[in-house]
């Protein structure tokens, strides 16, 4: 009988493999310290205690010595001392050249002091930890019992040397790997459009929550791409992915101070004192889900996009607005008819419109114009071709967004052409009268004008605000903007409480001025993060400071759309 039962309890195990398909398969709910280290080192709710070794991985970033883990590991170990009794459990550290600081014990009376010394010596720098995660997978090799990592990091795990390599060690080993882990962007872009920052050794640098940067980015007159400040409600695509292939988990940790709402992230809105959240970016995990990335091994995710008809079109549209200067960044996989062949994503150029050649600026906007007009029939008629059911949800929800950024780039070229064909010249020529408030003359503060700046005006309180705004070229954008505003409209109902919603709010209307010599720096980088109620994301390289950004908590699950 067991022979013959033999085959069917390994086809069992196979389609449970098989069902772990997306993010949201892994990941949790809840956005606190807690209830992820109750849950690692519980082995049963039966109160029978398990043998088992486990590790505990740490990264000492500064966010995570701010945080609650020390009180939170504390609290765990005393609620499953009973569980613990069979228990060997281990500290490492990670990026230090003795990452082992307390060996895998039945005693645990070191383990928050050793977890405290980790703390107390903060290492904010790139690190690899998925070099780290195999070599405790050595250490845990033949240890007794059921074998468990946990790796907590609240900064790192977007520089990877060999995803493939760490997951079948893991696997091999018979290792669960169980992450604390911060939130990634959406589609994030940060590291494509920096391609000069230098990376741990034999490392590449991929800070999306997905496999490849999906969602075309850096649009013309988007003062930040949306990639880089929508939070996608999931981890590094690389840590979901080995949680994913061991059968591990998958918990977000966002603080409680990120809860402070913005309709623009970098700058300030100019409709609002930011005191509202919309309802349609309340995260919740039922919305989120049927979106959620894949977490399949690369290859297998590229097979799968280019087998999607909305990604195709999504990727020709990429490729075509990238080659006329409406997109900046390239597309990260290069389709062919079944298969797709990866490609560096990384940011190409614009048109050239920001210095103060104002008419030849104004004829390249307008043939830009034309251009787009040629990509929104094409563009359209192609998604328009596709039948119902076919594609992913995801993909489909990318183009639409990609639909919507096409027509708002049309709109924001002809108000700039205008801008450049009246408005400018005039503030520009010191010999004019001065202008009327708020804009500025030639001259500002005995600084020069250098080129031509703008502001985002978001679309976090829809198209009708827009209507009624004085902007250069208004009576010809307003046909644009009316039929732009049920587009948005039907966006927004499909796609509420989810990261889709949040991405269309942070692009916007572009409102242009002068800018002048000296007036502009670099911006700090915002940390993306969202808070779920129970019920509902060696040392290595200086690491950018990037500014937390993130969110508050909604009546059903993760909300977004807010800053600390």
Not at 275 to 299: I, M
Not at 334 to 356: D, H, I, N, P, V
Not at 416 to 443: H, M, N, W
Not at 476 to 486: N, V
């Amino acid at each position: 009988m067991i022979p013959a039962l033999l085959p069917c309890l390994l086809l069992s195990t196979a389609l449970m493999a098989q069902q772990v398909q997306s993010a949201a398969d892994v990941t949790g709910v809840g956005r606190g310290m807690d209830r992820p280290l109750d849950i690692f080192l519980s082995s049963s709710r039966s109160g029978v205690s398990e043998e088992r070794t486990l590790f505990i991985l740490i990264d000492s970033s500064e966010e995570l010595g701010r945080s609650s883990f020390l009180s939170s590991l504390d609290s765990a170990l005393n609620k499953n001392q009973t569980d613990l009794s069979a228990t060997r459990i281990g500290i490492a550290k990670a990026g230090a050249k003795l990452m082992v600081i307390l060996e895998p014990s039945l005693e645990h009376g070191m383990l928050l002091p050793a977890a405290r010394a980790i703390l107390n010596t903060p290492n904010d720098s790139i690190l690899n930890l998925y070099s780290n995660l195999r070599g405790l997978s050595k250490k845990l090799a033949g240890s007794p019992g059921s074998r468990e990592i946990l790796l907590v990091t609240l900064a790192n795990g977007d520089a990877e040397d060999d995803l493939s390599a760490t997951t079948r060690r893991l696997v091999k080993s018979g290792i669960k790997l169980s992450v604390i882990a911060s939130e990634a962007y959406l589609s994030d872009c940060y590291w494509a459009k920096r391609s000069y920052q230098q990376a741990p050794k034999d490392c590449k640098l991929h800070g999306a929550e997905s496999a490849y940067i999906e969602l075309p980015w850096a649009w013309l007159f988007q003062r930040e791409p949306i990639n880089e400040i929508t939070p996608s409600g999931y981890a590094y695509y690389g840590l979901s992915r080995l949680a994913a292939a061991t059968e591990g988990r998958v918990h977000i940790y966002t603080p409680a101070s990120k809860a402070e709402h913005a309709c623009a992230v970098y700058n300030r809105c100019l409709l609002c004192d930011g005191d509202h959240v919309s309802p349609t970016e309340l995260y919740k995990n039922a919305a989120l889900e049927v979106l959620a990335p894949l977490v399949l091994s690369r290859e297998e995710v590229g097979r799968r996009l280019a087998r999607d008809p909305y990604y195709r079109a999504t990727n020709r549209l990429w490729q075509a607005a990238s080659r006329v200067g409406l997109l900046s960044g390239t597309a990260p996989l290069k389709l062919r008819r079944t298969a797709a062949q990866e490609q560096a994503s990384r940011g190409t150029f614009f048109l050239g419109l920001t210095g103060l050649a104002f008419s030849s600026q104004a004829k390249t906007a307008d043939r830009a114009i034309k251009e787009t007009d040629k990509l929104i029939k094409s563009f359209e008629a192609e998604i328009g071709r596709i039948e119902a059911g076919d594609g992913s949800g995801r993909q489909q929800a990318i183009a639409a967004l990609c639909r919507i950024m096409l027509r708002l780039t049309r709109i924001n070229l002809i108000s700039y052409a205008e801008y450049c064909r009246d408005l400018g010249p005039r503030l520009a020529d010191p010999k004019s009268p001065e202008p009327i408030a708020p804009e500025v003359p030639s001259s500002h503060q005995g600084r020069r004008a250098t080129g031509i700046y703008q502001d985002g005006i978001p679309l976090c309180h829809g198209v009708s605000p827009l209507l009624g705004l004085e902007v250069p070229g208004r009576e010809k954008i307003r046909p644009h903007l009316e039929e732009l505003a049920p587009l948005v409209r039907e966006f927004e109902t499909e796609y509420r409480n989810t990261p889709f919603a949040v991405a269309l709010h942070r692009a916007g209307l572009a409102k242009f001025r002068l800018s002048y010599a000296g007036t502009s720096g670099n911006l700090a980088r915002r940390r993306p993060g969202s808070k779920a109620s129970e019920n509902g994301p060696s040392t290595g390289s200086p690491r950018p400071r990037r500014r937390a950004g993130g969110s508050g908590t909604g009546s059903s699950g993760p909300s977004t759309g807010r800053k600390r």
